[in-house]
């Protein structure tokens, strides 16, 4: 299972690389994050404040074990600006998965 | 059935604006003699003027403010302003015109019109019924409490607020309407004020102010981020303000005659001359023009020619108004930083700040060698008048507002609790929350 | 070109107001004499009337319901409202306005007046335009229509909506509108209904109900959770609905005249007064004040007020809007609970509760030992005739909506399935998503 | 102190209106002769109508568009409509009623009246207030330039947009409004104009589609999904449109005259018309009645009657309703994709070609053989002449909005830079989000 | 950690099918997928583009090992609807898990 | 991977607190859930039912094994306020971890 957060304008790119991979699923949601961006402060009516959290996409795609490579690969470059904020790919383990359509379980669930 | 003094209010409320009038109402002075006709154009103008400032409370008002809190208190804001501005129309027919507009006393007036009873439906007054003047007084009694509960939103109990509400509105807008419109002792003093700059908004922005520092601050104010949570609402709540204000101040008027083009005009430049004011100042100080900016400027000018929109020439109104928004701007990010206080939703940085350049400004602009229309010979001396109407409304609020939250704190207490409002006043008081 | 009946055509609806206005009008039945003159102040305010009418539909019913409702069905909702009034409004025009408001017929009028192209566009009628009236009436027809669309809001087809609003605002709007207005066998009786409260609120309240009978109720109501999905959505939709009424009751003397005044505060006070009840009661019995309470409080109070605006005292129009507030409250929390029907927008507990309340109040605070200025000898008999007015109301519209729903479901169907019910209706029916 | 040109310029106002008025103002040549008296009616309706043209605009366009675009624009898109409204108003206040309506050129008037300064505030105009047909004219200055900007909505820089909403007003506004309401050349022609279809609509949708072409296409238009995020607040916008355009429309008569009834009624019965006929072509074409559908064919509907709201029958609006939903929605579906020109808000397709729709209309449905009431004798004659007025407006407005953009190119630039683009340009121009 | 993309109106089913199963809590978000479902245009006033995403459910269930298969088919069997975009199950391993009130971890923080 | 379900408001507090402990970036998300605030009723109009969901936060953190076990500590220590509807806190496994901006995997991209 791989997980990316990133910036969200950017999911139009990803969705069209990873497919081209032969990816032919996903779940996102929207999220908030910090990391590096952390401090940025705001001003806002004679109130000075840390904004902490800025907007993000979360994306989540089962993949088959043998494109989780090329896949991750594929999320970095499209997601990647150099600026700070880009996010962060996770990899994960799933111990089963069914589609629940079909109750295919295994590969065609990806 | 009526008494002899009802079919005078109108007139009063006239004097104030009367100074500000070069001789557009020459039919007047001579109308008071005969017995009153109605005119029904001058009726189908304040009907409509009646209705509009309606709309600016409800649903202007309750969505400028319901925009600007967080999206767990937009509920317990708006709810403050309807019902606040429900509970005061009552209170004005029960017994504030009473107190207000009847008698003679010179400081607050008498119980012979409670619930308008000596007030006969088919009673004209000036050219309008009778009974529409205390309709359309009624709105500004509404509408100037439910201004004030932006001072302390987000943290204030509703039962405190509307105990807040009902003295503050018995003690401190009766006694101020009466003073410039009612018994008229401010008006003797040739104090301008077409529309209610200090009955309305320099009294309202004053309490906001006293409330927000006794209730204390929000939770996490100034070290987490305080943002409104819909803009689209503040900017679409600012828009019918500033439609609603047409009704409040050419309504004002009392009539559909001449000088109503001046006032509409005026109301009209000023605002968008303050917009832009403000919108441009926040591009060049900060950067980047913003739409909570561009609301807050148009607020701020409809303030400022409040008072004056009888009096100055058109240029005149812009300059107010360009000259109101970077004040105002000012006001409510350098000096309230610089003092300190959590006043929620500004109501002290635009309403009084901006009611006190609309008040004084007039004796500038409002005199004929600044292109204005009042009969102001001594400027100084006009400025003097007016300053000592804006202090006496700042004094005057500001002891009936400690006074109100001494006895809501003493009965019902002001703070809902810190777990409570950090969860959001709308689910903890009032059982809903606003999305779903 | 003009057929003799037109010009009368506005005083035949001010039949239905006469009653409650002691005095006021006196001008009036000499007025039916002379060739009708136009009064530009009259043609001001009854302009404005009929844009403010408008906007009670458009966006605030929109509004009030489709914030009511889930953010899945907020689309259905607020395109049922603005297409069936946009249908009605040309219907109106095609053959409304000349069965209701022409020809010689008691219960039903003539074909004469089809397209109105029997009026000439300089034609005056009271002292208004008479293309005017005709669009004046046309918004109550439209709105009236819209409301009982409420009742069965969630789970209706839209082409099953616009079938049951063409047959029931034919059969049943059109005759109760001719009853009291039009040929006026209601009138005759000597019923007060200043402004529609049974032609309007009464009537759409039984199509609601009666409509959501028959249609069932929505998928899981009384399992799962079914609440609004935007609050200040139905805030503001509740405070345009007040505004707008305004249009509607005052609008309602076809000029503004001295009883305006009259009228126009007594609409203002005893809405704000059904607020505070309501809002109270709520707090008192259920625990806490609510956003959905103090808006419903606002609409039972304007139902309540509109028959009786013209006939109530000022004291009487506070206690009609306590009262009011009060068992609308019961009606949609009690009532509905022990009856057990899914009327979504709680049309019937507001419209037909409230305005039965308005209708039989007035005979009672109408009359001068209670305050109110109408003609009441008899305080027994009066009731007697509100009460024949109301049951008429409420057996006609049954029968009718009972129609009107049995055409449909032999057309088109009147659920468009579980799982798209489920969905919702925005994709389903409409193929969009309020919000992206 | 006034020039003589001063009071007359609401009766060159008068002059495009009067074509389409078969007998329906007597009283005006004569009028012209004697000293001008105010009339109150006529001053209510006006004040009334001026604050409803405020209305459309702010919050109704600014709600209209804002909910059109993504929910990372909405606040470009709205403080757009907000300043360009503002400033206008202050330009038009400083020079442009000097331009438009003073002085003696032909196509363009002069600088006597900057500032208004030479307006007695007591100067009487027809029967209203001079400053009042000042204020009047702003409001439609000022909606018309907020118009233009949907068309390029999304990713033109705020600093661009200003530059070309100041000079095209300046050069296309001014100078067309002075050819059909101030000097006149158009008006002399015949051409019959009610409230503005060539100035306003067809001038403004020209400068949207020519902005569109020359900004450029949306990153990512046509192949990623660029859909409305809030379609409430779309409708919500339309209804206020349509509220506020019977101040445009019955405004554009400058008085509550009898002829206001006919207005009125034809500009709310064919928006209901075309609302009627979008919303079923869609149904029939592309199989579902969609929510953006009924608020466009409202709006398609008021754009149309713009012009001949006072030279067509009733039935003949309905007719130009149904014929102006159906020609719309082809133009933003079926013609918009032929194009392939990305015209954010379909300005274009809804104004200009509705514009057209309704000014060719006239000619035919105006005639007294169609119904109408205009003084049209020659059908082919007229049609004619609407059609010139047409081209010269799309000539003329698209020389000018290529020049302004022009100059925006060349001095801030045009867009804000792809990663900003898609970013959105709340944050990135304005530092907000609408939502929190 | 069982995990299901559902079809948003299923939602109140599944909850009182897990029940019964003795599973006493859950969380739940909205997010948006494509799958199978992918391709899908529309057209929106004169220009046409793929809808790829849909909205759908994500509900994240942390059970006791002996209750995963029969919870696995108690969701697939209310969820299932046989037309194409009925989602997904994804079965993971958890580590440990807390419950904050109480402190208590393993089984009764599930 | 640590993930917390906790109520909302107390998302400052616990940001504050693992920031004292190095944890430099988080995600989080706005979800509802129940368990055993499960079953209270609420009454709209006449009719009553069981409101299941309550909203909760949902903060997923990235981070070092070693560090693992102060953090939970920490966030159950301001979550806490020992009502029911504190929330979970679960721990799970992350296979791989990659920064976007700079590629760099494994610690620097928690
Ligand atoms: N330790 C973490 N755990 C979970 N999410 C993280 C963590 N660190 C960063 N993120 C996510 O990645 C996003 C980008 O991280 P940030 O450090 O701001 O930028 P960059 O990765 O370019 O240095 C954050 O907004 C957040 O959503
Ligand atoms: N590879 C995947 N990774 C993550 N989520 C997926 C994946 N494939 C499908 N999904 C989720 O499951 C949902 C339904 O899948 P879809 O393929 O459209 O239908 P079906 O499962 O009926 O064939 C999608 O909308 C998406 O949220
Ligand atoms: N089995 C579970 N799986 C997933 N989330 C759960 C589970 N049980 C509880 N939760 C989450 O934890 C939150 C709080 O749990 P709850 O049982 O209500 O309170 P407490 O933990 O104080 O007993 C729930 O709202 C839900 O989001």
Request: one cysteine or more.
């Amino acid at each position: 299972m791989i997980t990316a957060v990133i910036r969200p304008y950017k999911l139009d790119d990803l969705e069209l690389a990873v497919a081209r991979l032969g990816v032919q699923g996903m779940t996102v949601s929207e999220v908030h994050g910090y990391g590096h961006q952390h401090g940025h402060t705001e001003h806002y009516r004679g109130t000075e404040y840390r904004v902490e959290f800025t907007p993000k996409t979360w994306v989540t795609i089962a993949v088959d074990e043998e494109i989780v490579e090329p896949v991750i690969e594929a999320i970095a470059n499209v997601a990647r600006t150099g600026k700070v904020g880009d996010g962060r790919i996770y990899v994960s383990e799933i111990k089963q998965a069914i589609r629940i359509r079909t109750g295919e379980t295994g590969t065609a669930a990806t | 059935m009526r008494i002899d003094l009802a079919p005078m209010t109108p007139s009063r409320r006239l004097r104030a604006i009367l100074p500000g009038l070069l001789a557009l109402l020459p039919a007047l002075a001579s109308a008071q003699d005969a017995k009153p006709v109605l005119d029904t154009g001058d009726t189908a103008w304040m009907l409509a003027s009646t209705v509009l400032v309606i709309m600016m409370a409800v649903p202007g008002l309750a969505l400028f403010y319901g925009g600007q809190v967080r999206s767990k208190n937009v509920l317990s804001t708006s709810i403050q302003v309807f019902v606040v501005f429900s509970l005061l129309t009552v209170l004005w027919v029960v017994y504030g015109y009473s107190l207000a507009f009847t008698g003679e006393g010179r400081f607050i007036g008498g119980f012979d019109a409670l619930l308008v009873s000596n007030i006969s439906p088919d009673a004209v007054s000036g050219t309008i019924p009778e009974l529409l003047f205390v309709a359309f007084q009624a709105t500004f009694a509404a509408i100037t409490t439910a201004l004030a509960v932006g001072g302390f939103a987000e943290r204030t109990k509703f039962s405190a607020v509307l105990i807040f509400a009902v003295i503050w509105f018995t003690c401190s807008y009766l006694v101020i309407a009466r003073a410039v419109w009612g018994g008229g002792w401010i008006a003797d003093l040739g104090a301008i004020d077409y529309a209610g700059g200090t009955v309305v908004h320099i009294n309202a922005g004053i309490a906001g102010l006293v409330g927000a520092l006794i209730v204390g601050k929000r939770l996490g104010y100034g070290t987490t981020a305080i943002q409104p949570h819909n803009l689209p609402y503040v900017l679409t709540g600012a828009s019918l303000l500033w439609v609603g204000w047409f009704g409040f101040n050419v309504g004002s008027g009392l009539g559909a005659g001449v000088s109503s083009g001046l006032v509409l005009l005026n109301t009209y430049v000023c605002t968008a001359a303050a917009v832009i004011a403000w919108v441009f100042a926040e591009w060049i100080f900060k950067g980047k023009p913003t739409v909570l900016g561009a609301a807050s400027g148009a607020i701020a000018g409809l303030v400022a020619i409040t008072p004056s929109c009888g009096s100055v020439g058109v240029a005149g109104a812009i300059v107010l108004g360009l000259i109101a928004g970077v004040i105002c701007l000012w006001a409510v990010a350098s000096l309230k930083k610089a003092l300190g206080y959590d006043d929620s939703l500004d109501v002290f940085g635009v309403h009084a700040v901006g009611g006190i350049v609309g008040a004084l400004g007039v004796a500038i602009l409002g005199a004929p060698s600044f292109g204005g229309v009042a009969e102001i010979d001594n400027i100084g001396r006009q400025f003097g008048v007016q300053a000592i109407s804006v202090l006496f409304t700042i004094v005057w609020s500001t002891l009936i507002t400690v006074i109100a939250f001494a006895v809501a704190k003493f009965t019902v207490g002001l703070r809902p609790g810190d777990d409570t409002e950090r969860e959001g006043l709308d689910l903890a008081e009032h059982g809903e929350r606003a999305y779903d």
